[in-house]
């Protein structure tokens, strides 16, 4: 049976690579009860809620960190070492797609914990349901995104030369159960984007609600913004 219950969690400003870890151990949880469901034979307990696997959709914001995808090149960043101390920023290689990206504060991170047998196993039509969420935020805040065709993302003007990049996205998923998200950038330091080649990208613009709205953002309420919209969409039953 499919289980629309979603728990949602604020982790607050977390350090990335603690981030990664307790998002590994969530995942790596998930995907070991959904192995144990299909493992029982014979189902000797007439307990539904025992063939189900847990849903969780995950909030934080990160200190500044770079963190780069599998398919990612190393030279998109564009800092060494004493350049990311001088910054105070961390850099990580991560087991997702995409190439490299930016976090920091003020801009939304947004790790849904999915099964997906849960609601439907397609990774891009996943993909693409986020990024209606997105775009259906930042439509309640007045602005008017949409897509790249051919880049994974949410972006405004895509179809001009003013094309410039509002949330990027990477996803990792095993066993139709994902990790890794997007990050949307509510009241980002646009000038850490200034040092690297965000999502192997060099030609075009990074920008934030705050730079499009010419004011600050309540994070937390786009955030619950957000997660109204990741449910109606998903059909989600959020605790």
């Not at 014979?42 to 809620?49: E, F, G, L």
């Not at 070492?81 to 850099?91: C, M, P």
Request: proline share 4%.
């Amino acid at each position: 049976m499919q289980n629309k219950k979603v728990e949602v969690q604020d982790w607050g400003l977390m350090d990335y690579k603690a981030a990664w870890d307790k998002q590994e151990a969530t995942f790596a949880d998930t995907i070991a009860i959904k192995t144990a469901i299909r493992n029982r034979e014979p189902k000797t307990d007439s307990d539904p809620t025992l063939d189900i696997t847990p849903n969780y959709l995950i909030f934080c914001e990160h200190p500044h960190v770079y963190t780069l995808g599998k398919s990612g090149k190393p030279e998109n960043l564009l800092l060494d070492e004493s350049g990311l101390e001088e910054k105070h920023a961390s850099f990580y290689p991560i087991n997702r797609g995409g190439d490299i990206t930016y976090h920091g504060p003020g801009q939304l991170v947004c790790y849904p914990i999915l099964d997906l047998d849960n609601f439907f196993t397609d990774i891009h039509l996943y993909l693409r349901t986020l990024e209606e969420a997105i775009i259906l935020t930042l439509a309640d805040y007045g602005l008017t995104a949409g897509r790249y065709p051919g880049y994974t993302g949410v972006w405004f003007d895509a179809d001009n030369q003013r094309a410039r990049k509002i949330c990027a996205m990477g996803v990792r998923c095993s066993r139709w159960v994902t990790m890794h998200g997007l990050a949307l950038n509510v009241n980002s330091q646009l000038d850490y984007f200034k040092n690297i080649v965000p999502c192997g990208i060099d030609d075009k613009a990074v920008t934030s609600m705050q730079q499009e709205l010419g004011r600050q953002v309540d994070l937390k309420e786009v955030q619950q913004v957000l997660q109204q919209h990741i449910a109606q969409l998903f059909k989600m039953q959020l605790a």
